[in-house]
């Protein structure tokens, strides 16, 4: 093992301890449909579900009072209730996520994971719980020179976007003019924004409904382009090997179980309190909702 290699490890290890002992929840229900299956341990005992999560993200994943909070939190305690196990909940920074997963220090990825090709070659993804897309941000008093979306990619314009996100993709194939602006967090990115150091900020559905939906605290100083740039799915994301495998198949029952009794959409509409957008071609698109099996 190289020294990186060993200082990464040693990061992921330290990491992993301090965050089992701030953020954990406990649930009991079903405990002995937990016990039978295999993929809960495999020697009898109900093995705790161990939870990669970047709070980094509100709605979806965000830290509020220190504590965790957001749309994967109230997933995964829905979760355990439903599957009978033990939550242990791990936050890291963003891009330690599928690092952590693959080398089996943790579960399953819940962090509002958009499905991609490239991120399927590493994980196994479940079926989407929420369908959602890239969207922009940007400062209230500019919202009607910027409110075409085609005005992004013009000369002189700043373009913010997340590190290692599926905005930051989206604004390398089509930005050629705009200068592409990296952030390590959501939160430097829209402070940059109102401090009119970039242009626009460019990152998940949720994110926008989050900052400019109809919430108390909304950020007055910004407004969202309700028109997606892309369409995404979010999931969560578990080993490629058998007992990923089989996990995967109890996550999506109980997934189905959630949407069934509607507890899904109580949780979405909890976090995400906007009736529709409009997509690029201008058709209806119903939000926040569940992703449609596939």
Not at 234 to 248: I, M, N
Request: overall charge positive; some cysteine; hydrophobic content about 45%.
């Amino acid at each position: 093992m190289e020294r990186g290699q060993r200082r990464e490890a040693a990061w992921l290890g330290a990491a992993l301890v301090a965050a089992c002992v701030s953020w954990s929840f406990a649930a009991t229900a079903r405990a002995a449909e937990a016990a039978a299956d295999p993929s809960a341990g495999g020697s009898g005992a109900v093995q705790p579900l161990r939870v990669g999560l970047s709070p980094g993200y509100p709605p979806l994943a965000f830290e509020k009072n220190g504590k965790p909070a957001g749309i994967e939190v109230d997933l995964s305690q829905l979760l355990a209730t439903e599957l009978g196990i033990t939550l242990q909940v791990f936050p890291m920074p963003f891009d330690k996520l599928i690092p952590t997963l693959t080398s089996g220090k943790v579960d399953v990825i819940m962090s509002g994971l958009s499905v991609t090709k490239e991120r399927s070659k590493k994980v196994l993804f479940t079926r989407p719980f929420l369908r959602v897309g890239q969207m922009a941000l940007v400062r209230a008093d500019d919202v009607k020179r910027a409110s075409d979306p085609a005005a992004m990619d013009v000369s002189g314009s700043e373009v913010g976007v997340k590190k290692g996100t599926t905005g930051e993709g989206w604004a390398g194939r089509n930005l050629k003019v705009a200068k592409i602006v990296p952030f390590p967090t959501v939160e430097e990115g829209t402070a940059a924004l109102r401090a009119g150091k970039i242009d626009y900020f460019v990152h998940d559905a949720p994110t926008v409904w989050r900052l400019t939906g109809r919430f108390d605290d909304r950020d007055e100083a910004l407004a969202g382009i309700y028109r997606p740039l892309t369409e995404e799915h979010l999931a969560w994301a578990v080993r490629r090997d058998a007992q990923g495998e089989a996990l995967a198949e109890r996550l999506n029952a109980a997934l189905a179980r959630l949407e069934a009794s509607g507890k899904l959409q109580e949780v979405l509409d909890r976090w995400i309190p906007v009736t529709k957008v409009t997509v690029a071609g201008g058709d209806p698109l119903p939000s926040p909702a569940p992703a449609t099996a596939r």
